[in-house]
């Protein structure tokens, strides 16, 4: 069976799914490897490296009717590739992000041409998934960068210095959120030699923030069944948030620097810092807004730019990680690479539906949209438990 992997078409996406290093993993596995020609050039993996690790080069057109497994960063996931979704056969089976949560219409038109689709944005957090958790390597190059964004708008140094001329302060920073984005944050902003704080409505996550050398700040709120069992937080209602908003007010207001990035899976991003706290913050501090393609939680933030408001700079980056793509398509390519070796015997698929990787990540299959939390999202009647072929291709139900 043929693997094929297409240049993005995700408006500004540099990464690419497959990386020369993971190519003898497929291999093994029994299948072939071709990709579109330039397609890792972006992320600093010339056509020449593939072809030396036992890959083929084609053009788009081959590799849409040649190959059965199409893996991708972002193709597929939207309007902006919608001449190779009219291309898709239900023979095709499609890897990759697929962001079936926050806009679940994507799932309709993969539906619509009959393929098998996994979104690995779905993948259950469970020990056995760890080395095909995309989510999180994304999320770790998205923390390390805002805090260099950070550093670099802010109009003083992170760490303390003691000069000749005398002692320069540290900065203060508050991340908020601690998820991994959040803990990669806190990380960076330490090796700098920032002071820096984090507040997560998990109390699970406080023995993680101070092992990084963090304070973690603690709130009197009720916050007993704030995560759900996959470990992420849980949607609270508006009167909490509004309580919540009141208490970091003064945390922000001491802050040179606050990066965000709390998220709820599926839902619009809380908002936790309003214009009013922004006028309490010395200016020239500076907010990074990870949550932005959420909504944002800052009240602020404008999705893609950045906007001073009472002195302070709000910046709402959107796709962080494609600003660092050559190591980002490195974890990316091994995370989409376990995934695909986990479900392939002798060059074939066998789709177990006992597998939980496989039946939890599983968007797509026999021209339905076959996900409970998509389906709800779609407005669609639940469905029975799908039950996949446990060999070879998988035919339309």
Aim: glycine share 10%; hydrophobic share 45%.
């Amino acid at each position: 069976m043929k693997a094929g992997a297409l240049k993005e078409t995700w408006p500004g996406e540099t990464r690419v799914a497959v990386v020369p290093a993971v190519v003898p993993a497929l291999v093994k596995a029994g299948l072939e490897v071709v990709l579109e020609s330039g397609a890792g050039a972006a992320a600093g993996f010339p056509d020449p490296e593939y072809s030396g690790k036992g890959a083929a080069l084609g053009g788009r057109d081959q590799i849409l009717a040649e190959a059965t497994l199409l893996l991708g960063v972002r193709s597929f996931s939207g309007a902006q590739d919608a001449d190779a979704i009219a291309r898709l056969q239900p023979r095709h089976v499609v890897v990759g992000f697929l962001d079936p949560l926050q806009r679940p219409e994507g799932a309709r038109a993969l539906a619509a041409r009959g393929v098998t689709s996994f979104a690995l944005e779905l993948l259950p957090r469970i020990s056995r998934a760890q080395g095909m958790d995309a989510l999180s390597s994304t999320a770790t190059m998205v923390g390390y960068k805002a805090v260099l964004l950070a550093a670099d708008t802010l109009p003083r140094m992170m760490p303390m210095m003691m000069t000749a001329a005398g002692t320069v302060a540290p900065a203060r920073v508050l991340v908020i959120g601690a998820g991994v984005a959040g803990l990669q944050a806190i990380a960076t902003a330490r090796r700098l030699g920032a002071v820096v704080q984090a507040y997560d409505v998990r109390p699970a996550v406080k023995e993680q923030i101070l092992s990084l050398g963090a304070k973690f700040v603690e709130l009197p709120l009720e916050t007993a069944g704030a995560e759900d069992r996959g470990g992420y937080a849980k949607a609270q209602d508006e009167a909490f948030l509004r309580r919540q908003r009141e208490l970091l007010a003064t945390v922000v207001a001491e802050s040179d620097v606050v990066i965000s990035a709390a998220a709820v899976p599926g839902r619009k991003a809380p908002v936790l810092v309003t214009t009013e706290m922004l006028a309490g913050m010395r200016p020239g501090s500076v907010i990074v807004d990870l949550a932005a393609e959420q909504g944002g939680n800052c009240e602020a933030s404008e999705p893609g730019r950045d906007v001073d408001r009472h002195g302070v700079k709000v910046l709402a980056p959107l796709g962080l990680a494609t600003t660092i793509p050559h190591h980002a398509s490195q974890l990316f390519a091994r995370n989409v690479a376990n995934f695909v070796v986990n479900m392939t015997r002798k060059g074939e698929l066998q789709l177990d539906a006992d597998d939980e990787i496989v039946r939890e990540s599983m968007l797509t299959r026999g021209g339905d949209v076959v996900h409970p939390r998509v389906r709800e999202a779609l407005g669609l009647a639940p469905l029975a438990a799908p039950q996949p072929a446990r060999s070879g291709a998988p035919q339309p139900a």
